[in-house]
C-alpha cells in the first residue's frame, strides 16, 4: 500500500455567543479535515486543531508531498522523519538531501498540529487497513470511559451565577464530572462563583477548574488553599505559561489539591519533565494541536510508567482509543455538554464514539470509527 493523495479542509462554525478563557476569546470553533487516499482505496480521515489553518494546511500538503509512495501503516517511521525535519541537518544548505531547509522555530505549533493531522489519518488507515478499531489493535477494551463537560466561560452581559444553571443542566443530562473555567473576574469573584458551581451539583459530583495559566506561584498557592473547601478535584494549568515543572512542584506540595497540566506541551519530551518533577498528577496532552497518535501513546506511556493519569484534551472520538488502552493509566475524557460551546463536535459527525450518561462509548467501526457529515462540513468551510 501507498500514500497518493491529500485534501485539507479547513472549517469554522461561528457562535452566537463570543466567550472568554482567563487569556483568549473566540467567537466560533475551528478546526481542520485531513484526507489521505492510499493506491489501494483506503482512505484515513483525521480533525485536528490549530491555527493559522492556511500555514497548517501547507505544511500538511508540503510534508505528503516528501512521503508520497510511503506505506502508511509505517507510522513511526513517517513521525520520525517528518518531526527531524523542524531539526538542523548536516550540510543543509547543499540541499544533498533532497530535503527541504530545516523547519522555522516560529512555526513549530504548525508543524507539530500538520505532523497531527497526518500521523491520526495513517491510523484511521492502518484500522481500516486491518478491518478493526485501533482501540482493538491497541489491544484496549470497549468498557465506557468517564467523562467531564466543560463549561463556565465568560460571556458578556451574563450574571457571574449564572453558571449555575448551566452546570446544574450538565447534571440533569447525567453527567458526573463537570470543569468551570476561571481567571477571568478576581479571585474572590471566583471563589463565589466555585462555591455556588459545587452547591448546585452537590456533593457526588465531581468538580475540576480550568485556570488558563492566570496565576503566578504565590498567588496560586492562595488560591489553591482557600478553594480546596469546595472538593476541588484538580486544578488546570494553574501557573503562568512561563513557569516550569519545580514551580509545579513547589504548587503541588502547598495546596491540597492535585494538579493537571499539558494540553499545550508539543512533545513527550516536555511532558516527560513536568511528570518527572513531581508536580502532576493529570497529563492534558493533546495529540490533535501537537504531534498525533503517535505521541500521545507515548505519554500514555510515560503517565503508565510514573503513576499518574492520562487525561487528554477534547477529541473523545480520538482519545478514547488512547486511554481505552492505558486502563491503568487513564482517568477521564473531556466533552462539551452544551452544543453551542462546540458545534463541530457535536454536528459534524455522523458517526463517532458518543455519550451517555457522563460515560464514551466507543464503536466497533474499523479504524477510528469516525463519519464525517460532509453537508455540515461544506456548510462551514473556512
Avoid at 41 to 46: F, H, K, L, P
Avoid at 53 to 72: R, T, V
Avoid at 144 to 159: C, H, K, N, W
Wanted: charged letters at 25%; glycine letters at 8%.
Amino acid at each position: 500500500m501507498k500514500i497518493t493523495k491529500v485534501k485539507t479542509y479547513p472549517l469554522f462554525a461561528p457562535i452566537r455567543e463570543p466567550y472568554w478563557t482567563a487569556q483568549e476569546s473566540s467567537n466560533g470553533v475551528r478546526a481542520i479535515i485531513t484526507e489521505i487516499e492510499t493506491d489501494q482505496g483506503i482512505t484515513g480521515y483525521s480533525k485536528i486543531q490549530g491555527t493559522p489553518q492556511k500555514d497548517i494546511c501547507n505544511f500538511i500538503e508540503q510534508f505528503i508531498g516528501l512521503i508520497k509512495g510511503w506505506n502508511p501503516l509505517e507510522t513511526t517511521t513517517i513521525w520520525e522523519y517528518l518531526f527531524r525535519l523542524g531539526c538542523p541537518r548536516p550540510r543543509a544548505p547543499y540541499q544533498e538531501d533532497s530535503l527541504p531547509d530545516p523547519l522555522p522555530r516560529s512555526a513549530r505549533p504548525q508543524i507539530t498540529a500538520a505532523i497531527a493531522a497526518i500521523d491520526i489519518a495513517l491510523w484511521d488507515i492502518k484500522g481500516k487497513e486491518a478491518g478493526m478499531p485501533v482501540w482493538k489493535i491497541l489491544g484496549g477494551s470497549k468498557s465506557p470511559i468517564l467523562s467531564y463537560s466543560t463549561g463556565g466561560y465568560f460571556r458578556e452581559g451574563r450574571e457571574m451565577l449564572s453558571v449555575v444553571d448551566e452546570f446544574s443542566g450538565f447534571v440533569d443530562k447525567g453527567y458526573k464530572a463537570v470543569k468551570c473555567k476561571m481567571g477571568f473576574e478576581t479571585m474572590d469573584d471566583d471563589l463565589k462563583r466555585i462555591a455556588a458551581v459545587r452547591n448546585a451539583i452537590g456533593p457526588n459530583v465531581q468538580l475540576m477548574l480550568d485556570m488558563n495559566a492566570c496565576y503566578d506561584l504565590r498567588t496560586c498557592i492562595e488560591f489553591g488553599n482557600r478553594v480546596a473547601e469546595n472538593d476541588i478535584t484538580w486544578i488546570e494549568e494553574p501557573l503562568h505559561w512561563y513557569l516550569q515543572p519545580r514551580d509545579y512542584k513547589m504548587l503541588s506540595t502547598s495546596v491540597p489539591i492535585k494538579i493537571a497540566h499539558g494540553e499545550r506541551e508539543m512533545t513527550r519530551f516536555t511532558i516527560r519533565d513536568f511528570v518527572d518533577g513531581g508536580g502532576v498528577t493529570f497529563v492534558q496532552f493533546d495529540s490533535t494541536r501537537h504531534s498525533g497518535l503517535t505521541e500521545i501513546l507515548r505519554v500514555a506511556q510515560i503517565c503508565e510508567q510514573y503513576g499518574v493519569y492520562i487525561v487528554p484534551h477534547h477529541a473523545a472520538e480520538l482519545h478514547a482509543h488512547v486511554v481505552s488502552a492505558f486502563p491503568s493509566a487513564s482517568f477521564m475524557l473531556e466533552t462539551h455538554g452544551d452544543p453551542e460551546r462546540d458545534p463541530i463536535w457535536h454536528y459534524l459527525f455522523k458517526e463517532r464514539a458518543c455519550v451517555v450518561d457522563s460515560f464514551v462509548h466507543l464503536n466497533d467501526l474499523p479504524g477510528l470509527g469516525i463519519e464525517f457529515d460532509w453537508a455540515f462540513a461544506k456548510s462551514i468551510a473556512a
